[in-house]
């Protein structure tokens, strides 16, 4: 069964810049679709950007963004991460990684992943 931890979360300011970690185990991301969520205070869990080989899948909600939301991995690791740059106020939520075997990654929604990690809180506040 594979379980994900995600870390990096905190307080960061408007304009500044972050990066979010989630490590499997006991199982790789290998033959897994990764996605990125956030959900915000009073929120449904919103898709940022969802993955699938070398393939990345920015959501309806995040690609007019997609410049400040990169995403990146270390197989070494077993981590993957998410890159927020120019934090806005409107970034804060818990963020989640997910995965799963079957999901094609390219519809980014939380429906399509049944592993979840605990989630990692981001405030963007000055």
């Known amino acids: 069964q594979l379980q994900l931890v995600e870390s990096g979360g905190g307080l960061v300011q408007p304009g500044g810049s972050l990066r979010l970690s989630c490590t499997a185990s006991?199982?790789?991301?290998?033959?897994?679709?990764v996605g990125w969520f956030r959900q915000g205070p009073g929120q449904d869990r919103d898709g940022i950007l969802c993955?699938?080989?070398?393939?990345?899948?920015?959501?309806d909600e995040a690609r007019s963004e997609k410049d400040r939301f990169t995403f990146s991995k270390d197989k070494l690791k077993n981590t993957v991460y998410l890159q927020i740059t120019d934090a806005k106020p409107e970034d804060t939520g818990i963020y989640y990684c997910a995965a799963d075997s079957f999901a094609a990654g390219y519809v980014c929604l939380s429906s399509q992943f049944r592993t979840w990690g605990r989630g990692t809180q981001v405030t963007v506040s000055s």
């Open positions: 993955t699938r080989g070398e393939d990345i899948y920015y959501s």
């Open positions: 006991p199982s790789t991301f290998d033959n897994y679709a």
